[in-house]
């Protein structure tokens, strides 16, 4: 009897665990020097000064842990991501987390699925096959990363072209990011941003560069990916608070109402929730003025930027409460 008792208690248990269990979700913005990432249309500079333009940007996660609650590990098993810059919320599975300390990760796929067969994966999955396509061959596997543009010679025609397809399991790179997460529409979300710009610290693109394989620079990109990841908006470059004088929100639950100044010409402005949707764009707006918009705002946590083509000059949170 005292073990049916027993067994029962540890069934309600566990059921109770189970409850508590919410989804998980990582999020990764995709930011250009800490400015919102434009594919193909986006013109930037390279921490060498070379201008480039992006066309595709792709590269897997694995390997994910995340370290919660007083230093508690849950590792996300067998979850793969296909990173796309159209997309920044990734499911990792329903997990009983409630503060997050840090997020661990790999850039690649780990070495048994990297060898395997796509197309013993479901349709949808991010091992199935791609188009474009992300398995280079059973021998070589997966594309870690691919990642394509042009670059500028210095005549603005941008007919230079760049492509690091990187692959071979020894590039399989881990990144730690120190990291919080917050509750949004019932579901845990880890927030990332990422700037993709750190991805060419010391790579030449002048000139182009077309590389396939383990060998530099595809080495020191995947290198450079341990740097890319940031927990927060604010953004720490020196313009920050010499341009933008000053930001004043006024009066946001009857409508988005933003007071600025700056020194700044030709700025750009845009409003996003957490889910990286933007919500307001306004672009080449005057160096100091007024954003209106008679958008409804619901309760939660806004993020606006104020931004040009290869610099973010100022960046806060709004927050909504009714």
């Known amino acids: 009897m005292k073990s049916i008792f ?7 248990f566990c059921i109770a665990l189970q409850a508590q269990a919410n989804p998980v979700y990582l999020q990764i913005n995709p930011t250009i020097s800490k400015a919102p ?10 921490p060498n000064g070379v201008k480039y333009k992006l066309k595709r940007l792709q590269y897997y996660i694995s390997g994910v842990t995340i370290f919660h609650d007083g230093n508690q590990e849950t590792k996300c098993d067998q979850v793969y991501l296909l990173i796309n810059p159209d997309q920044t919320d990734y499911y990792l599975g329903d997990y009983n987390i409630n503060n997050v300390e840090r997020i661990v990760f790999n850039i690649g796929v780990d070495s048994v699925p990297n060898h395997g067969d796509p197309t013993a994966w479901p349709a949808g999955h991010a091992l199935a096959p791609q188009n474009p ?13 691919a990642i394509e543009g042009n670059s500028d010679s210095g005549n603005g025609q941008f007919a230079d072209l760049f492509e690091f397809h990187t692959i071979g399991d020894e590039l399989l790179t881990k990144v730690e990011v120190n990291a919080s997460s917050e509750d949004n529409a019932g579901k845990k979300l880890i927030t990332l941003y990422a700037d993709y710009n750190k991805l060419f610290t010391n790579i030449d693109l002048f000139g182009g560069k077309i590389q396939h394989g383990n060998l530099t620079p595809n080495d020191i990109l995947m290198a450079n990916f341990k740097d890319v990841y940031y927990t ?3 953004v720490a470059t020196k313009d920050v608070n010499s ?10 639950a009857s409508g988005l109402h933003i007071n600025y100044t ?6 750009n402005f845009r409003l996003m929730n957490t889910n990286g949707q933007a919500l307001v764009q306004q672009n080449n707006i005057s160096a100091s003025g007024s954003i209106s918009s008679d958008i409804e705002l619901p309760a939660g946590v806004y993020i606006y930027n104020f931004y040009t083509e290869n610099t973010s000059i100022a960046t806060g949170k709004i927050i909504i409460t009714k």
């Open 243 to 252: 341009h933008l004088i000053g930001v004043n929100v006024v009066s946001p």
């Open 232 to 234: 927060s908006p604010s």
């Open 133 to 145: 396509s992300m398995h280079w061959g059973w021998a070589a596997g997966y594309r870690f990363a």
């Open 6 to 12: 027993t067994t029962l208690l540890l069934f309600i």
């Open 262 to 267: 700056s020194d700044i010409k030709g700025m």
């Open 37 to 46: 990432l434009a594919m193909i249309k986006g013109q930037y500079s390279a």
